[in-house]
Structures are given as structure tokens and as C-alpha cells.
């Protein structure tokens, strides 16, 4: 990883600096809308990211996203399973909470490995079994970390902060409320 890969600390301190001034600038708003592609394949694209009370303008991409489930569990494995994109949003904030974390510790990270299993029994989704659950039963994550000059303890903490502070592992660890609407077409 070179120098301009690194998050830089001052860049972080700003963040926390702006938000902790004008708190309501930490309310972001990601959307995601999916069109069905037939049977469970599914299309969507990112859309509007609101933060406070207002659209980001400069946020422009858009990104799309499919998601299929694999051929034994009744797809056609065309893309990645919403299981497989849990495990991707995990790992991606890890990352995103590791380093950041790490910039503003002054611990230099020069590489990463973030990898994340989740068991699921299908039997609940299937309504075959009323005690399976129908999400996952566990989510594992293994961090593999290299940062030369920075003991195991340290290093632990560092852990520790990520667990703390990953907004995608608080949101699976919580429980969180989903409202459901209905648009008739």
C-alpha cells in the first residue's frame, strides 16, 4: 500500500471536529432501490445519500447491485446471495472502521485481510422448522492485520474500537427496527 492509500489522521480529526459542531451533519441516509429480474434475481441501484437534512450533491455515482441466491438453494446463480452481501457490508466496514480507527490511533497499517462467514438454516425460511431461525445463527469475522512497530495489545484495541464502532456489526448485533410498506401498483 503506498502513503496516498492511507487515510490521513487530520482528515479524520476534521470529520469528528465537523460533526461534533453540527451533530445533526452525522444523520447519513443511504437508499437502495431494486427492480425483480425473475425468480429471486433481483436488480438495484444506489440512489440518493441524504446527510443532516440534506441531499449530498456531490455524491454523483450511482452503483448497481444484483443479487441472486446460488443454483441449490433455488437460483440461478447469476450473482452474489443477500446472504453474501451481508458478509460483504461487514467486511467493507471493518475496513472502513479499521482504518479509520487506526489513522486517528497513529497505528500504521500496511496490509489487511477482513474475512466473514454466516451461517443460516434454511428450514426457518422454508417454514419447515418453527425454532430454526430464518437469519443467520452466526456471523464470524477473522482479521488478519499487518502494522510493523505495533504489539499484539495494541492491536487488540484497535479490535476492540472496530467492534465498537462498525455501524454494519452494531446494526447486526442490535436489534433494529425495519418498517415495511406496501405501494400497490
Not at 437534512?53 to 455524491?59: L, N, P
Not at 452481501?85 to 486517528?104: E, F, P, R, W
Not at 488478519?144 to 462498525?166: F, K, Y
Request: charged content about 20%; overall charge negative.
Amino acid at each position: 500500500m503506498t502513503e496516498n492509500e492511507m487515510i490521513d489522521p487530520l482528515a479524520v480529526e476534521a470529520t469528528i471536529d465537523a460533526v461534533h459542531s453540527d451533530p445533526k451533519i452525522a444523520r447519513v441516509t443511504f437508499s437502495v432501490v431494486g427492480e425483480w429480474a425473475g425468480g429471486f434475481r433481483i436488480d438495484s441501484t444506489t440512489g440518493q445519500l441524504r446527510q443532516g437534512a440534506a441531499t449530498d450533491v456531490t455524491r454523483t455515482g450511482r452503483f448497481a447491485m444484483s443479487s441472486d441466491e446460488p443454483t441449490s438453494l433455488l437460483g440461478t446463480d447469476t450473482a452474489a446471495s443477500p446472504g453474501e452481501y451481508i458478509a460483504q457490508a461487514l467486511v467493507g466496514c471493518y475496513t472502513a472502521t479499521l482504518v479509520a480507527s487506526a489513522a486517528a490511533e497513529r497505528i500504521a497499517v500496511r496490509s489487511m485481510t477482513v474475512g466473514v462467514e454466516i451461517d443460516f438454516d434454511v428450514r426457518g425460511f422454508l417454514g419447515l422448522e418453527t425454532d430454526a431461525p430464518v437469519g443467520a445463527s452466526e456471523v464470524r469475522v477473522q482479521v488478519t492485520l499487518d502494522a510493523p512497530g505495533h504489539g499484539p495489545e495494541e492491536l487488540r484495541e484497535l479490535i476492540a474500537l472496530v467492534e465498537s464502532r462498525s455501524p454494519i456489526r452494531d446494526t447486526l448485533v442490535r436489534a433494529v427496527p425495519v418498517a415495511t410498506t406496501l405501494q400497490i401498483a
